[in-house]
Protein backbone atom coordinates (compact mmCIF):
# COMPACT_ATOMS: atom_id res chain seq x y z
CA UNK A 1 0.00 0.00 0.00
CA UNK A 2 1.37 3.33 -1.38
CA UNK A 3 1.72 6.64 1.11
CA UNK A 4 -1.15 8.06 -0.71
CA UNK A 5 -3.11 5.49 -0.13
CA UNK A 6 -2.71 4.77 3.24
CA UNK A 7 -3.19 8.75 3.49
CA UNK A 8 -6.67 8.39 1.53
CA UNK A 9 -7.47 5.31 4.07
CA UNK A 10 -7.43 8.18 6.93
CA UNK A 11 -9.54 10.80 5.46
CA UNK A 12 -13.29 10.70 5.72
CA UNK A 13 -15.22 13.33 4.00
CA UNK A 14 -18.88 13.62 5.20
CA UNK A 15 -19.73 16.61 3.59
CA UNK A 16 -18.80 20.22 3.27
CA UNK A 17 -15.32 19.97 2.28
CA UNK A 18 -13.55 23.24 1.25
CA UNK A 19 -11.52 21.85 -2.32
CA UNK A 20 -9.57 24.24 -3.42
CA UNK A 21 -8.53 26.54 0.01
CA UNK A 22 -5.62 25.93 2.42
CA UNK A 23 -5.81 27.20 6.16
CA UNK A 24 -2.46 25.99 7.75
CA UNK A 25 -0.49 28.73 8.86
CA UNK A 26 2.55 30.40 6.96
CA UNK A 27 3.94 31.60 9.98
CA UNK A 28 5.68 28.80 12.15
CA UNK A 29 7.71 28.47 15.00
CA UNK A 30 9.75 25.97 15.66
CA UNK A 31 8.43 22.74 17.51
CA UNK A 32 5.21 24.28 17.40
CA UNK A 33 6.00 27.13 19.69
CA UNK A 34 4.75 27.32 23.20
CA UNK A 35 1.29 26.33 22.05
CA UNK A 36 2.49 22.82 21.39
CA UNK A 37 4.44 22.91 24.31
CA UNK A 38 1.07 23.38 26.37
CA UNK A 39 -0.67 21.29 24.37
CA UNK A 40 1.71 18.63 25.27
CA UNK A 41 1.46 19.16 28.99
CA UNK A 42 -2.15 19.27 29.43
CA UNK A 43 -2.82 16.30 27.07
CA UNK A 44 -2.17 12.93 28.95
CA UNK A 45 -0.22 9.60 27.18
CA UNK A 46 -2.74 8.11 25.44
CA UNK A 47 -5.36 10.42 25.54
CA UNK A 48 -8.35 11.03 22.44
CA UNK A 49 -7.66 14.07 21.12
CA UNK A 50 -9.60 15.96 18.46
CA UNK A 51 -7.39 18.95 16.77
CA UNK A 52 -10.43 21.37 15.56
CA UNK A 53 -8.80 23.74 13.26
CA UNK A 54 -5.92 24.26 11.21
CA UNK A 55 -2.58 23.89 13.65
CA UNK A 56 1.04 23.38 13.01
CA UNK A 57 1.97 20.90 11.68
CA UNK A 58 4.86 20.56 14.51
CA UNK A 59 1.82 20.27 17.28
CA UNK A 60 0.99 16.84 15.85
CA UNK A 61 4.40 15.49 16.16
CA UNK A 62 4.19 17.40 20.21
CA UNK A 63 1.63 14.88 20.68
CA UNK A 64 3.14 11.83 19.59
CA UNK A 65 2.10 10.12 22.77
CA UNK A 66 -1.91 10.61 22.08
CA UNK A 67 -4.66 9.51 18.97
CA UNK A 68 -4.89 12.83 17.50
CA UNK A 69 -8.35 13.39 15.04
CA UNK A 70 -7.99 16.46 12.96
CA UNK A 71 -11.19 18.13 12.43
CA UNK A 72 -10.79 20.19 9.20
CA UNK A 73 -12.53 22.65 6.69
CA UNK A 74 -9.88 22.77 3.65
CA UNK A 75 -9.73 18.74 1.86
CA UNK A 76 -5.68 20.02 0.93
CA UNK A 77 -5.34 20.42 4.23
CA UNK A 78 -6.61 17.31 5.60
CA UNK A 79 -4.07 15.93 2.87
CA UNK A 80 -1.14 16.92 4.07
CA UNK A 81 -1.59 16.22 7.69
CA UNK A 82 -2.97 12.34 7.00
CA UNK A 83 0.20 10.96 7.34
CA UNK A 84 1.10 12.59 10.92
CA UNK A 85 -2.61 11.59 12.46
CA UNK A 86 -4.86 8.88 13.03
CA UNK A 87 -7.75 10.17 11.27
CA UNK A 88 -8.28 13.46 9.56
CA UNK A 89 -12.28 14.68 9.35
CA UNK A 90 -12.47 17.54 6.63
CA UNK A 91 -15.94 18.80 6.34
CA UNK A 92 -16.20 21.39 9.11
CA UNK A 93 -18.01 20.58 12.74
CA UNK A 94 -21.06 19.37 11.61
CA UNK A 95 -19.51 16.26 10.10
CA UNK A 96 -18.45 14.72 13.23
CA UNK A 97 -19.69 11.12 13.88
CA UNK A 98 -22.14 11.73 16.92
CA UNK A 99 -22.11 9.75 19.49
CA UNK A 100 -17.63 10.26 19.31
CA UNK A 101 -15.73 11.56 22.31
CA UNK A 102 -12.30 12.75 22.97
CA UNK A 103 -10.19 13.46 25.83
CA UNK A 104 -8.97 16.85 24.44
CA UNK A 105 -10.44 19.31 22.05
CA UNK A 106 -7.68 21.61 20.93
CA UNK A 107 -9.21 24.85 19.33
CA UNK A 108 -5.83 26.53 19.01
CA UNK A 109 -6.66 28.58 15.95
CA UNK A 110 -10.12 29.71 17.16
CA UNK A 111 -13.48 28.55 16.12
CA UNK A 112 -13.95 30.89 13.00
CA UNK A 113 -11.73 28.76 10.44
CA UNK A 114 -13.39 24.92 12.00
CA UNK A 115 -16.78 26.20 10.44
CA UNK A 116 -16.73 25.25 6.39
CA UNK A 117 -18.30 27.65 4.22
CA UNK A 118 -19.28 25.03 2.00
CA UNK A 119 -21.86 23.29 4.60
CA UNK A 120 -24.41 24.65 7.59
CA UNK A 121 -23.08 27.57 9.51
CA UNK A 122 -23.69 27.14 12.73
CA UNK A 123 -21.90 30.33 14.01
CA UNK A 124 -19.33 30.63 17.07
CA UNK A 125 -21.49 29.64 20.01
CA UNK A 126 -22.83 26.76 17.86
CA UNK A 127 -19.66 25.58 16.67
CA UNK A 128 -18.28 25.68 20.65
CA UNK A 129 -21.68 23.61 21.54
CA UNK A 130 -20.64 20.72 19.08
CA UNK A 131 -16.82 20.64 20.14
CA UNK A 132 -18.19 20.87 23.93
CA UNK A 133 -20.82 17.95 23.30
CA UNK A 134 -17.58 15.95 21.65
CA UNK A 135 -16.08 15.87 25.16
CA UNK A 136 -16.15 13.31 27.50
CA UNK A 137 -17.38 13.24 31.36
CA UNK A 138 -14.35 15.66 32.60
CA UNK A 139 -12.79 16.52 29.50
CA UNK A 140 -10.35 19.13 28.60
CA UNK A 141 -10.95 22.39 25.82
CA UNK A 142 -8.00 24.57 24.66
CA UNK A 143 -9.69 27.43 23.07
CA UNK A 144 -8.26 30.42 21.51
CA UNK A 145 -10.04 33.60 21.56
CA UNK A 146 -8.80 37.21 19.69
CA UNK A 147 -9.23 40.19 21.94
CA UNK A 148 -11.11 42.30 19.80
CA UNK A 149 -9.47 45.50 21.66
CA UNK A 150 -6.88 43.93 22.17
CA UNK A 151 -2.78 45.19 21.96
CA UNK A 152 -2.56 43.93 18.06
CA UNK A 153 -5.85 45.92 16.91
CA UNK A 154 -4.99 49.26 18.60
CA UNK A 155 -0.94 48.84 16.65
CA UNK A 156 -2.57 47.60 13.60
CA UNK A 157 -2.09 49.90 10.37
CA UNK A 158 -5.13 48.60 8.74
CA UNK A 159 -8.36 48.81 11.10
CA UNK A 160 -9.58 45.68 11.66
CA UNK A 161 -13.20 46.56 9.68
CA UNK A 162 -11.28 46.90 6.56
CA UNK A 163 -9.53 43.57 6.07
CA UNK A 164 -8.88 42.39 2.47
CA UNK A 165 -7.08 39.29 3.38
CA UNK A 166 -8.85 36.45 1.55
CA UNK A 167 -10.14 34.60 4.19
CA UNK A 168 -11.57 37.83 5.52
CA UNK A 169 -15.30 36.98 3.88
CA UNK A 170 -16.52 37.54 6.77
CA UNK A 171 -15.33 39.83 9.76
CA UNK A 172 -15.87 40.15 13.53
CA UNK A 173 -15.27 42.64 16.22
CA UNK A 174 -16.98 43.98 19.23
CA UNK A 175 -20.47 44.74 17.31
CA UNK A 176 -20.79 40.93 16.64
CA UNK A 177 -22.84 39.64 19.81
CA UNK A 178 -22.85 36.37 18.66
CA UNK A 179 -18.96 36.27 20.27
CA UNK A 180 -17.17 36.83 23.08
CA UNK A 181 -15.28 40.50 23.44
CA UNK A 182 -13.21 40.09 26.41
CA UNK A 183 -12.89 37.70 29.25
CA UNK A 184 -15.71 38.00 31.63
CA UNK A 185 -18.20 37.14 28.31
CA UNK A 186 -15.99 34.05 27.33
CA UNK A 187 -16.77 33.00 30.42
CA UNK A 188 -20.30 33.12 30.38
CA UNK A 189 -20.14 31.68 27.07
CA UNK A 190 -18.11 28.77 28.26
CA UNK A 191 -20.76 28.14 31.30
CA UNK A 192 -23.52 28.30 28.62
CA UNK A 193 -21.52 25.17 26.86
CA UNK A 194 -21.83 23.32 29.95
CA UNK A 195 -17.69 24.43 30.42
CA UNK A 196 -16.20 25.54 33.54
CA UNK A 197 -13.43 27.90 32.72
CA UNK A 198 -9.77 27.27 34.26
CA UNK A 199 -6.54 28.29 33.04
CA UNK A 200 -6.42 31.66 30.99
CA UNK A 201 -3.36 32.67 29.48
CA UNK A 202 -2.19 36.09 27.28
CA UNK A 203 -1.01 35.63 23.96
CA UNK A 204 1.74 37.94 22.86
CA UNK A 205 2.09 39.37 20.47
CA UNK A 206 0.30 37.82 17.53
CA UNK A 207 -2.32 34.61 19.13
CA UNK A 208 -2.12 33.34 15.67
CA UNK A 209 1.91 32.70 16.02
CA UNK A 210 2.26 33.53 19.70
CA UNK A 211 5.54 33.35 21.33
CA UNK A 212 5.02 33.76 24.45
CA UNK A 213 1.95 32.66 26.51
CA UNK A 214 1.63 34.22 30.29
CA UNK A 215 -1.04 33.38 32.79
CA UNK A 216 -3.43 36.16 32.82
CA UNK A 217 -4.14 36.08 36.48
CA UNK A 218 -0.63 36.67 37.25
CA UNK A 219 -0.55 39.07 34.39
CA UNK A 220 -2.60 40.57 36.76
CA UNK A 221 -1.17 40.08 40.54
CA UNK A 222 2.46 41.02 39.41
CA UNK A 223 2.51 44.18 37.17
CA UNK A 224 5.79 45.16 38.29
CA UNK A 225 7.68 41.61 38.00
CA UNK A 226 10.58 42.01 36.09
CA UNK A 227 10.66 38.78 33.92
CA UNK A 228 7.03 39.36 33.11
CA UNK A 229 8.02 42.70 31.86
CA UNK A 230 11.05 41.03 29.92
CA UNK A 231 9.32 38.54 28.89
CA UNK A 232 6.52 40.80 27.17
CA UNK A 233 8.73 43.44 25.66
CA UNK A 234 10.88 40.74 24.27
CA UNK A 235 7.85 39.18 22.49
CA UNK A 236 6.68 42.50 21.08
CA UNK A 237 9.43 43.86 20.53
CA UNK A 238 9.33 43.50 16.59
CA UNK A 239 12.55 42.91 13.91
CA UNK A 240 13.75 43.91 11.21
CA UNK A 241 11.09 43.03 8.00
CA UNK A 242 7.69 42.54 10.31
CA UNK A 243 4.69 44.22 9.41
CA UNK A 244 4.09 48.67 10.08
CA UNK A 245 2.50 49.61 12.83
CA UNK A 246 1.11 53.06 14.41
CA UNK A 247 3.15 52.62 17.80
CA UNK A 248 5.32 50.55 19.60
CA UNK A 249 3.85 47.21 20.51
CA UNK A 250 6.55 46.47 22.88
CA UNK A 251 6.11 49.85 25.03
CA UNK A 252 2.31 49.31 25.21
CA UNK A 253 2.85 45.81 26.70
CA UNK A 254 4.84 46.96 28.97
CA UNK A 255 2.74 49.72 29.91
CA UNK A 256 -0.24 47.77 30.10
CA UNK A 257 1.39 45.36 32.52
CA UNK A 258 2.38 48.38 34.75
CA UNK A 259 -1.23 49.16 34.87
CA UNK A 260 -3.00 46.04 35.25
CA UNK A 261 -3.98 45.64 32.22
CA UNK A 262 -1.74 42.89 30.64
CA UNK A 263 -4.43 40.30 30.75
CA UNK A 264 -7.17 42.71 28.92
CA UNK A 265 -5.27 44.09 26.16
CA UNK A 266 -3.61 40.98 25.13
CA UNK A 267 -3.94 40.62 21.63
CA UNK A 268 -5.57 36.70 22.68
CA UNK A 269 -6.61 34.15 24.99
CA UNK A 270 -5.71 30.72 25.29
CA UNK A 271 -8.28 29.34 27.80
CA UNK A 272 -8.62 25.93 29.66
CA UNK A 273 -12.34 24.37 30.41
CA UNK A 274 -13.79 21.38 31.31
CA UNK A 275 -16.27 19.16 31.19
CA UNK A 276 -18.22 17.91 34.60
CA UNK A 277 -17.04 14.64 35.59
CA UNK A 278 -19.71 11.82 35.65
CA UNK A 279 -18.50 10.19 38.38
CA UNK A 280 -14.98 8.68 40.05
CA UNK A 281 -15.00 6.07 37.14
CA UNK A 282 -14.89 8.73 34.66
CA UNK A 283 -11.52 8.74 32.76
CA UNK A 284 -8.77 11.79 34.56
CA UNK A 285 -7.81 14.39 31.49
CA UNK A 286 -5.60 16.32 34.03
CA UNK A 287 -2.60 17.46 33.04
CA UNK A 288 0.09 15.58 34.38
CA UNK A 289 2.05 18.40 35.40
CA UNK A 290 1.06 22.16 36.92
CA UNK A 291 0.66 24.58 34.03
CA UNK A 292 3.30 27.31 33.81
CA UNK A 293 2.90 30.51 34.90
CA UNK A 294 4.35 31.40 31.28
CA UNK A 295 5.95 30.11 27.79
CA UNK A 296 8.47 31.52 25.83
CA UNK A 297 9.49 30.97 22.74
CA UNK A 298 13.08 32.20 23.35
CA UNK A 299 14.53 32.89 19.01
CA UNK A 300 17.06 31.62 17.25
CA UNK A 301 19.15 29.94 17.34
CA UNK A 302 17.51 27.09 18.67
CA UNK A 303 14.40 28.16 19.33
CA UNK A 304 13.60 26.25 22.57
CA UNK A 305 10.93 27.28 24.34
CA UNK A 306 11.41 28.36 28.33
CA UNK A 307 8.65 27.98 31.25
CA UNK A 308 8.38 29.82 34.13
CA UNK A 309 7.11 27.36 36.56
CA UNK A 310 5.80 27.86 39.90
CA UNK A 311 6.59 25.92 42.89
CA UNK A 312 6.97 25.64 46.93
CA UNK A 313 9.94 27.92 46.54
CA UNK A 314 8.77 30.29 44.01
CA UNK A 315 8.86 30.90 40.58
CA UNK A 316 11.92 28.31 38.82
CA UNK A 317 12.77 28.17 35.07
CA UNK A 318 12.03 24.80 33.44
CA UNK A 319 13.24 23.81 30.25
CA UNK A 320 12.57 21.02 28.19
CA UNK A 321 14.38 20.74 24.53
CA UNK A 322 12.17 18.56 22.39
CA UNK A 323 14.42 15.74 20.41
CA UNK A 324 15.59 16.18 17.30
CA UNK A 325 16.50 14.41 14.43
CA UNK A 326 19.86 16.57 13.71
CA UNK A 327 22.99 16.90 14.85
CA UNK A 328 24.05 18.15 18.19
CA UNK A 329 25.69 21.74 18.14
CA UNK A 330 29.02 22.07 18.33
CA UNK A 331 31.02 22.52 22.04
CA UNK A 332 31.33 26.38 22.93
CA UNK A 333 35.02 26.32 22.66
CA UNK A 334 34.46 24.79 19.14
CA UNK A 335 32.83 27.75 17.80
CA UNK A 336 34.13 31.05 17.21
CA UNK A 337 31.55 33.09 18.62
CA UNK A 338 31.30 35.37 21.02
CA UNK A 339 28.52 34.12 22.80
CA UNK A 340 26.68 30.60 23.41
CA UNK A 341 23.78 29.08 25.06
CA UNK A 342 23.57 26.92 27.25
CA UNK A 343 19.69 25.99 28.41
CA UNK A 344 21.28 23.24 31.04
CA UNK A 345 22.36 26.13 33.51
CA UNK A 346 19.03 27.96 33.20
CA UNK A 347 16.61 24.81 34.51
CA UNK A 348 15.53 24.41 37.76
CA UNK A 349 17.39 28.14 38.70
CA UNK A 350 14.98 29.89 40.76
CA UNK A 351 13.34 33.43 38.95
CA UNK A 352 14.61 36.36 40.84
CA UNK A 353 12.32 38.71 42.40
CA UNK A 354 12.78 42.57 41.36
CA UNK A 355 11.79 45.63 38.88
CA UNK A 356 13.31 44.86 35.70
CA UNK A 357 16.57 47.51 35.59
CA UNK A 358 15.65 49.34 31.97
CA UNK A 359 12.55 50.25 33.48
CA UNK A 360 13.75 51.61 36.25
CA UNK A 361 16.34 53.44 34.32
CA UNK A 362 13.72 55.00 31.80
CA UNK A 363 11.45 56.03 34.67
CA UNK A 364 14.27 58.20 36.38
CA UNK A 365 15.31 59.42 32.94
CA UNK A 366 11.70 60.55 32.40
CA UNK A 367 11.15 62.18 36.05
CA UNK A 368 14.74 63.48 35.41
CA UNK A 369 15.59 61.73 39.03
CA UNK A 370 19.29 62.13 38.60
CA UNK A 371 19.66 61.00 42.46
CA UNK A 372 17.63 57.95 41.26
CA UNK A 373 19.83 57.22 38.15
CA UNK A 374 23.09 57.78 40.48
CA UNK A 375 22.30 55.12 43.31
CA UNK A 376 20.98 52.46 40.13
CA UNK A 377 23.94 53.02 38.47
CA UNK A 378 26.44 52.89 40.78
CA UNK A 379 24.79 49.51 42.78
CA UNK A 380 24.86 48.08 38.65
CA UNK A 381 28.64 48.92 38.81
CA UNK A 382 29.43 47.82 41.58
CA UNK A 383 27.18 44.12 40.94
CA UNK A 384 29.41 44.07 37.96
CA UNK A 385 33.03 44.41 39.96
CA UNK A 386 32.16 42.25 42.99
CA UNK A 387 32.11 39.21 40.33
CA UNK A 388 35.10 40.04 38.42
CA UNK A 389 38.11 38.00 38.72
CA UNK A 390 41.73 39.50 39.64
CA UNK A 391 41.67 40.87 36.40
CA UNK A 392 38.54 42.70 36.29
CA UNK A 393 37.53 40.43 33.65
CA UNK A 394 33.86 39.01 33.92
CA UNK A 395 33.04 35.49 32.32
CA UNK A 396 29.93 33.46 31.68
CA UNK A 397 26.85 35.13 31.89
CA UNK A 398 27.51 38.24 33.85
CA UNK A 399 29.53 39.29 30.64
CA UNK A 400 26.41 39.54 29.15
CA UNK A 401 24.48 41.09 31.80
CA UNK A 402 22.81 43.76 30.09
CA UNK A 403 20.06 46.27 31.98
CA UNK A 404 17.28 44.58 30.49
CA UNK A 405 18.28 41.13 31.97
CA UNK A 406 19.17 42.22 35.79
CA UNK A 407 16.22 42.80 37.88
CA UNK A 408 16.48 45.08 41.39
CA UNK A 409 14.84 44.59 44.45
CA UNK A 410 16.07 46.80 47.61
CA UNK A 411 19.26 47.50 45.98
CA UNK A 412 20.18 43.58 45.64
CA UNK A 413 20.90 42.66 41.95
CA UNK A 414 20.20 39.62 40.17
CA UNK A 415 20.35 38.13 36.89
CA UNK A 416 17.11 37.22 35.10
CA UNK A 417 18.24 34.86 32.11
CA UNK A 418 21.39 32.60 33.02
CA UNK A 419 21.81 30.91 30.01
CA UNK A 420 23.27 32.83 27.53
CA UNK A 421 27.13 32.49 28.18
CA UNK A 422 30.21 34.99 27.10
CA UNK A 423 32.87 32.28 25.12
CA UNK A 424 35.88 34.21 26.64
CA UNK A 425 36.82 36.70 29.78
CA UNK A 426 35.68 40.31 28.69
CA UNK A 427 36.64 43.24 30.36
CA UNK A 428 34.44 44.55 33.40
CA UNK A 429 34.63 48.57 31.82
CA UNK A 430 33.91 46.97 28.37
CA UNK A 431 30.49 44.83 29.85
CA UNK A 432 29.47 48.38 32.11
CA UNK A 433 30.18 50.52 29.02
CA UNK A 434 28.06 47.75 26.34
CA UNK A 435 25.31 47.85 28.71
CA UNK A 436 25.26 51.22 29.30
CA UNK A 437 25.42 51.98 25.35
CA UNK A 438 22.61 49.59 24.81
CA UNK A 439 20.49 51.57 27.07
CA UNK A 440 21.41 54.81 25.53
CA UNK A 441 20.79 54.15 22.21
CA UNK A 442 16.97 52.71 23.23
CA UNK A 443 16.38 55.87 25.32
CA UNK A 444 17.78 58.24 22.57
CA UNK A 445 16.23 56.69 19.54
CA UNK A 446 12.87 56.00 21.25
CA UNK A 447 12.56 59.25 22.09
CA UNK A 448 12.17 59.01 25.41
CA UNK A 449 12.96 62.26 27.43
CA UNK A 450 16.13 62.63 29.38
CA UNK A 451 17.95 65.30 31.44
CA UNK A 452 21.01 65.73 29.16
CA UNK A 453 22.13 67.84 26.33
CA UNK A 454 20.23 66.86 23.12
CA UNK A 455 23.76 67.69 21.60
CA UNK A 456 25.21 64.56 23.36
CA UNK A 457 25.58 61.53 21.00
CA UNK A 458 25.39 57.83 21.64
CA UNK A 459 28.85 57.63 22.97
CA UNK A 460 28.95 60.67 24.83
CA UNK A 461 25.81 60.03 26.80
CA UNK A 462 26.89 56.31 27.04
CA UNK A 463 30.52 58.07 29.01
CA UNK A 464 28.30 60.57 31.07
CA UNK A 465 26.19 57.46 32.25
CA UNK A 466 29.54 55.93 33.29
CA UNK A 467 30.66 58.90 35.02
CA UNK A 468 27.27 58.89 36.90
CA UNK A 469 28.45 55.21 37.90
CA UNK A 470 31.46 56.10 39.56
CA UNK A 471 33.47 54.97 36.13
CA UNK A 472 36.10 56.58 34.17
CA UNK A 473 34.74 55.66 30.90
CA UNK A 474 36.13 56.89 27.41
CA UNK A 475 35.52 56.46 23.73
CA UNK A 476 37.69 54.18 23.04
CA UNK A 477 36.16 51.71 26.02
CA UNK A 478 32.78 52.70 24.32
CA UNK A 479 34.31 51.43 20.59
CA UNK A 480 35.15 48.63 21.79
CA UNK A 481 31.91 47.61 23.89
CA UNK A 482 30.16 48.77 20.58
CA UNK A 483 32.39 45.62 18.53
CA UNK A 484 31.34 43.20 21.43
CA UNK A 485 27.90 44.02 20.93
CA UNK A 486 27.83 43.35 17.24
CA UNK A 487 29.45 40.09 18.71
CA UNK A 488 26.69 38.83 21.06
CA UNK A 489 23.92 40.28 18.86
CA UNK A 490 25.54 38.27 15.75
CA UNK A 491 25.50 35.28 17.80
CA UNK A 492 22.05 35.44 19.40
CA UNK A 493 20.45 35.94 16.08
CA UNK A 494 22.81 33.03 14.50
CA UNK A 495 24.17 35.60 11.64
CA UNK A 496 27.65 34.89 9.34
CA UNK A 497 30.43 36.60 8.66
CA UNK A 498 29.05 39.13 6.68
CA UNK A 499 25.80 40.10 8.67
CA UNK A 500 28.06 40.28 11.42
CA UNK A 501 30.28 43.01 9.98
CA UNK A 502 26.73 44.41 8.56
CA UNK A 503 25.51 44.75 12.13
CA UNK A 504 28.84 46.15 13.17
CA UNK A 505 28.75 49.21 10.92
CA UNK A 506 24.68 50.09 11.56
CA UNK A 507 25.58 49.81 15.23
CA UNK A 508 28.54 52.22 15.06
CA UNK A 509 26.50 54.48 13.13
CA UNK A 510 23.56 55.13 15.30
CA UNK A 511 22.78 58.57 16.18
CA UNK A 512 20.65 60.10 18.32
CA UNK A 513 17.95 61.46 15.48
CA UNK A 514 17.51 57.82 14.10
CA UNK A 515 14.41 55.61 14.41
CA UNK A 516 14.78 53.28 16.65
CA UNK A 517 16.26 49.72 15.13
CA UNK A 518 14.17 46.93 13.79
CA UNK A 519 10.65 47.94 12.94
CA UNK A 520 10.03 51.78 13.92
CA UNK A 521 6.45 52.56 14.23
CA UNK A 522 4.91 55.24 12.61
CA UNK A 523 4.79 57.20 15.75
CA UNK A 524 8.56 56.31 16.58
CA UNK A 525 9.34 57.64 12.90
CA UNK A 526 7.54 60.71 13.77
CA UNK A 527 9.69 61.29 16.68
CA UNK A 528 12.63 61.12 14.58
CA UNK A 529 11.65 63.28 12.47
CA UNK A 530 10.84 65.76 15.03
CA UNK A 531 14.40 65.32 16.25
CA UNK A 532 16.00 65.17 13.01
CA UNK A 533 14.02 68.71 12.47
CA UNK A 534 14.93 69.94 15.80
CA UNK A 535 18.81 69.18 15.10
CA UNK A 536 18.15 70.89 11.81
CA UNK A 537 16.58 74.22 13.31
CA UNK A 538 20.02 73.95 15.65
CA UNK A 539 22.42 73.62 12.90
CA UNK A 540 20.77 76.64 11.06
CA UNK A 541 20.64 78.51 14.19
CA UNK A 542 24.42 78.01 14.50
CA UNK A 543 24.95 78.56 11.31
CA UNK A 544 22.92 81.65 11.01
CA UNK A 545 25.47 82.73 14.46
CA UNK A 546 28.80 81.89 12.70
CA UNK A 547 28.00 83.93 9.15
CA UNK A 548 26.75 86.67 11.15
CA UNK A 549 30.17 86.32 13.61
CA UNK A 550 32.42 86.60 10.21
CA UNK A 551 30.31 89.31 8.93
CA UNK A 552 31.38 91.10 11.94
CA UNK A 553 34.89 90.07 11.52
CA UNK A 554 35.07 91.55 8.11
CA UNK A 555 33.31 94.55 8.67
CA UNK A 556 36.13 95.16 11.17
CA UNK A 557 39.08 94.55 8.82
CA UNK A 558 37.43 97.01 6.44
CA UNK A 559 37.29 99.68 8.93
CA UNK A 560 40.65 98.62 10.12
CA UNK A 561 42.16 98.85 6.10
CA UNK A 562 40.10 102.01 5.41
CA UNK A 563 41.96 103.56 9.08
CA UNK A 564 45.44 102.27 7.78
CA UNK A 565 44.81 103.86 4.19
CA UNK A 566 43.80 107.21 6.00
CA UNK A 567 46.89 107.16 8.16
CA UNK A 568 49.05 106.16 5.41
CA UNK A 569 48.06 109.35 3.47
CA UNK A 570 48.45 112.37 5.98
CA UNK A 571 51.85 114.32 6.66
CA UNK A 572 52.91 113.08 9.49
CA UNK A 573 52.95 109.51 8.39
CA UNK A 574 54.90 110.66 4.85
CA UNK A 575 57.98 112.08 7.41
CA UNK A 576 57.94 109.32 9.58
CA UNK A 577 58.77 106.85 6.62
CA UNK A 578 61.28 109.02 5.63
CA UNK A 579 62.97 109.11 9.08
CA UNK A 580 62.59 105.47 9.31
CA UNK A 581 63.34 104.32 5.58
CA UNK A 582 67.66 105.33 6.24
CA UNK A 583 67.94 103.42 9.50
CA UNK A 584 66.39 100.31 7.96
CA UNK A 585 68.37 100.35 5.07
CA UNK A 586 71.97 101.47 7.52
CA UNK A 587 70.52 98.17 9.36
CA UNK A 588 70.08 96.29 6.66
CA UNK A 589 73.74 96.92 5.10
CA UNK A 590 75.66 96.26 8.49
CA UNK A 591 74.28 92.90 8.89
CA UNK A 592 75.06 92.34 5.36
CA UNK A 593 78.76 93.36 6.54
CA UNK A 594 78.85 91.28 9.49
CA UNK A 595 77.67 88.37 7.32
CA UNK A 596 80.89 89.31 4.63
CA UNK A 597 83.53 89.37 7.80
CA UNK A 598 82.13 86.85 9.65
CA UNK A 599 83.19 84.84 5.92
CA UNK A 600 86.66 86.10 5.09
CA UNK A 601 87.56 85.27 9.33
CA UNK A 602 85.90 81.77 9.28
CA UNK A 603 89.03 80.33 6.80
CA UNK A 604 91.64 82.17 8.60
CA UNK A 605 90.92 80.52 12.56
CA UNK A 606 90.46 77.17 10.91
CA UNK A 607 93.85 77.53 9.31
CA UNK A 608 95.76 79.02 13.02
CA UNK A 609 93.49 75.67 14.29
Same mark, same amino acid.
Given at each position: ????????????????????????????????? %??????? =?????????????????????? &????????????????????? =???????????????????????????????????????????????????????????????????????????????????????????????????????????????????????????????????????????????????????????????????????????????????????????????????????????????????????????????????????????????????????? %?????????????????????????????????????????????????????????????????????????????????? @??????????????????????????????????????????????????????????????????? @?????????????? &????????????????? %?????????????????????????????????????????????????????? &???????????????? %?????? =??????????????????????
Amino acid at each position: MTTETAAADRIDLPGGEMLAWSDLPEKRLAGGG %PLATLAA =RIVPAGARVLLAGPHDPALLDR &LAHAEVTCLLRSYPDGVALAT =RTARVVVGGPAGLPDGELFDVVIAGAGLDPVESVEGPRLGWSGVLARLSGALRPGGALLLRVDNPMGLRRLVDVTPWYARREDDAWSISGVLDTGRPANRAQLGDRLAAAGLTPGACFAAYPDPGAATALVDADRLERHPTSGVLDAVLHGACAGGAGGPSVLQDPARLAVDALHAGQGAALAPGWLVLARTASAGASAPTTEPPTELPVALVQTGPPGAEVVAVVDGPQGWRWHVTVPERDDATEAA %PFASREAAYRDLTALDGQPVPDGRLLRTLLIDAALRRELDTLRRLLEGYADWLAGQADPDGALTAAVALAGVDNVVVADDRY @ALLDTSWRATGPVPGDVVLARALWRFTAELLTGGYAHPWPSTLDVAGLTVVLGGLAGRDLDRATVSA @AVETEAAVTAAVRG &LDAEGRVTLATELRAVQ %PTDPPAGRPSYQQLHEAWERQREELTRLAALQKWTDELLTSRERALRRAEATIN &LLSGSLSYRVGRLAVT %PARLAK =RGARAAKRRARDVLAPKQKEQQ
